[in-house]
């Protein structure tokens, strides 16, 4: 019995740990069984002393009390998971835990074989993705948009003032690595027919997720392509809510994405991720066809005598200019600009204040006794 109620403890306290984070962690008893399921009760225990920065094997064997060789043994197997993130750092090894989301959650569903209860694990995430992962006391799981709308080159007006920060290819062009996964959003929620083989990893965290059987690399001209597909199909490019560490382009769709199903299931709107244009509509072009509105991801068209846009539920996707037969769509520059952090530091850290975890966090981001 006091076996089984330490394990219990194992996960509260690693659920509290992954709640202080900028995107926190779900309340309640179905979280608790999620850990469960991905962290066997040891590798719950370790993971309480893996940093959210990466660490040396050995100050993390040190913070745990446990065998450096054990340590090694659990980091791996985790690595292999997708919960925790490893890497070589002039050829030492380097580990650092991975929060919720990116990591815990899509991670191991990309994996895909895993000794684990994937049904059971599947009907507890898409519970939360239905229900808008609202869960921490009333306030949300993403208080800041996790990530940022862009357009592809071929859907922005050609009169419009564009940086290279705001187009997707710029990320593609500039990638050492690129690799493509089974999106876990619509693997787990399932209420489409989108294709699911087209989101993709950026950096260093491509390789690795590729090294770990998550993913696969490909190289740039396909992963154009890739993307051309996901525009055909309907689909939105999400990529991080800063310029410098994109490490995610991932193509979302309306209904299974938990960064839109925030917005479109649930009216939050003014957490919907948001791209730095807004739709507009020529009224002289316009025929009122309504290919726009049925295109449209957000439902912000709406058509009367011609297309009408809301600018509040519109996320500057472009998805309505590339369908438009009259050429009567276009995308002008959102006014005021939503914010775009510089680094992923400044969006965390942004992220955190809002929830109020800010200093938890901090302490939570060196290895325990070796800050």
């Known amino acids: 019995m006091g076996g089984k109620m330490d394990n219990i403890n194992v996960y509260e306290k690693l659920r509290d740990r992954l709640s202080v984070t900028p995107v926190g962690a779900p309340k309640g008893e179905d979280f608790l069984e999620i850990l469960s399921i991905i962290f066997t009760p040891e590798e719950a225990k370790l993971a309480l002393s893996v940093p959210f920065m990466p660490a040396t094997l050995e100050d993390i064997a040190e913070a745990s009390k446990m065998d450096v060789e054990e340590t090694r043994a659990l980091l791996n197997n985790m690595a292999d998971k997708g919960i925790v993130y490893t890497f070589e750092y002039k050829g030492t090894p380097m580990f650092m835990l991975f929060t919720v989301v ?57 009169n419009v003032d564009v940086l290279p920060t705001e187009l997707v290819y710029k990320y593609i062009d500039e990638s050492k690595y690129i690799c493509v996964g089974e999106c876990a959003c619509r693997t787990v929620v399932n209420n489409c027919d989108s294709p699911k083989d087209v989101c993709m990893g950026l950096g260093y965290g491509a390789k690795f997720l590729a090294e770990r059987g998550m993913a696969r690399l490909i ?22 809510n800063n310029n410098e560490n994109v490490s995610m382009l991932c193509n979302c769709c309306p209904c299974c994405c938990g960064q839109l199903t925030v917005a479109t299931k649930h009216g939050r709107y003014d957490l919907r991720p948001v791209g730095a244009f807004v739709a507009s509509v020529d009224l002289d072009k316009c025929i009122a066809c309504g290919a726009c509105e049925e295109r ?76």
């Open 219 to 240: 190289d740039k001209e396909e992963a154009k392509a890739i993307l051309k597909r996901a525009h055909d199909a309907g689909l939105v490019s999400c990529v991080d």
């Open 296 to 371: 449209c991801p957000m439902k912000a068209i709406s058509i009367n005598d011609a297309a009408e846009i809301d600018p509040d539920k519109c996320i500057g996707c472009g998805l309505c200019v590339s369908d438009c037969p009259e050429e009567a769509m276009a995308m002008l520059r959102r006014d005021p600009s939503p914010t775009v952090y510089d680094n992923i530091q400044d969006w965390a850290m942004a992220a955190v204040e809002t929830k109020g975890t800010a200093k938890e966090f901090m302490e939570e981001l060196g290895v325990k006794g070796k800050k």
């Open 102 to 158: 990116p990591g815990i959650f899509e991670f191991p569903i990309m994996k895909g074989s895993l000794d684990i209860d994937y049904d059971r694990l599947k009907s507890l995430w898409k519970k939360y993705h239905e229900e808008g992962w609202d869960y921490d006391e009333g306030k949300s799981t993403f208080p800041i948009p996790i990530g940022r709308v862009l357009a592809v080159e071929e859907e922005i007006t050609a």
